[in-house]
């Protein structure tokens, strides 16, 4: 088995080699200065893991939260353009080579706690679950990828709408890996996808997978077996 060297870029080496890419691609951002200085913000949010307004106090010379979000709320109205976007680059980036042998997928479920007001417009994008993090409010996401020689590559990725069950949110991943033609040997299923309907949706469509059961039920009061899970 080829063992592949293994390295972990920090939070600055990610900020920096981000802003560097940045730099070299044509984005169509209103107002160079102080779109520039908004996507510093972004970029230096995403890298840290910090909210948009930690980053703001922590990074020198950038615009405060509220101005970085009202930015990006303009730009990212059209949430489904946006994702078509998105996927399109990633099928652009996939590695050479990767439809030519069988591949094992993982499919992971992301789900990111959202504190904010919801308003009525986005009442669609906000999932409801189990209270996490200090709050029952979710923006959620299905994220395919593959390891390609030693490195992971994201294929796809599809968000989640409020009042929509694991199915219909894993259902327009798999859409996309066949789009692609990818030839899926095994798929990897976060636990969060444990549901019925992806059982028999995987199973009918004849692929194999391998998904960590929930256990569900209460202890047996007798002998003879859980009533649940």
């Known amino acids: 088995m080829t063992t592949y060297p293994q390295s972990t870029l920090q939070a600055p080496e990610v900020y920096t080699l981000t802003m560097n890419t940045l730099a070299t691609l044509p ?67 996939r590695p050479k080579g990767l439809r030519q042998r069988g591949r094992r997928v993982a499919v992971d479920v992301i789900a990111l706690p959202y504190h904010e007001t919801l308003d009525e ?41 409020a009042k929509q069950s694991m199915d219909h949110g894993l259902r327009p991943v798999l859409a996309r890996l066949v789009t692609l033609g990818i030839r899926l040997t095994l798929l990897l299923l976060d636990r969060g996808l444990y549901r019925v309907r992806v059982r028999q949706d995987l199973s009918t469509a004849a692929w194999p997978f391998i998904l960590p059961a929930v256990k569900r039920g209460n202890q047996p009061p007798a002998p003879g077996g859980p009533p649940g899970t």
């Not at 409801?128 to 994201?154: D, E, L, M, P, Q």
């Open 27 to 93: 984005l169509p951002l209103p107002g160079a200065m102080q779109s520039r200085a908004v996507l510093r913000g972004w970029v230096f949010a995403a890298a840290s893991r910090l909210s948009v307004h930690q980053a703001g106090d922590q990074l020198a010379r950038a615009p405060s939260g509220p101005t970085v979000l009202g930015n990006l709320s303009s730009q990212c109205s059209d949430l489904d353009t946006r994702a078509g976007h998105r996927n399109a680059r990633l099928a652009r980036l």
């Open 121 to 161: 417009v986005h009442q669609d994008e906000v999932c409801r679950s189990k209270a996490k993090g200090g709050t029952t409010h979710f923006c959620t996401y299905a994220t395919a990828y593959a390891v390609v020689r030693g490195r992971r590559s994201t294929l796809a990725r599809c968000r989640g709408r």
